[in-house]
């Protein structure tokens, strides 16, 4: 194989990567996850940045089998991937009327 045919299918392979590797971000401020609404695709990475100036907050789920994040500081943030399609409704552990949700299509 020819050095410039094996670029192109490492390109390729790439492309693919990265098509199946999406990350969404949500930015935390203020008490208020923004966007608070979601719609991704399943196989999509959710990342949650803690944008505050000094609170900590935590990703709770609260729908069934719901997990809770680690509380995450100003600058850190936490993720996410959901594999299958759902409503998935989330809120702050410490911070209760903090709402959001993420729904997954196929
Ligand atoms: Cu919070």
């Not at 008490?31 to 609404?37: C, G, I, L, N, R």
């Not at 994040?69 to 993720?79: I, K, M």
Request: hydrophobic residues 35%; proline residues 7%; glycine residues 10%.
């Amino acid at each position: 194989m020819k050095a410039g045919s094996i670029a192109v299918l490492w390109g390729l392979t790439f492309l693919v990567a990265q098509a199946a590797a999406q990350t969404v971000e949500v930015s935390i401020r203020d008490y208020k996850f923004v966007p608070a609404e979601l719609k991704i695709k399943a196989g999509t990475t959710v990342k949650w940045i803690n944008e505050e100036k000094r609170t900590t907050h935590s990703v709770l789920f609260t729908g069934p089998g719901g997990i809770e994040s680690e509380r995450f500081f100003p600058g850190e943030s936490w993720q996410r991937t959901f594999d299958k399609p759902g409503v998935h409704p989330y809120t702050c552990g410490p911070h209760p009327e903090m709402k959001g949700t993420v729904e997954v299509t196929q």
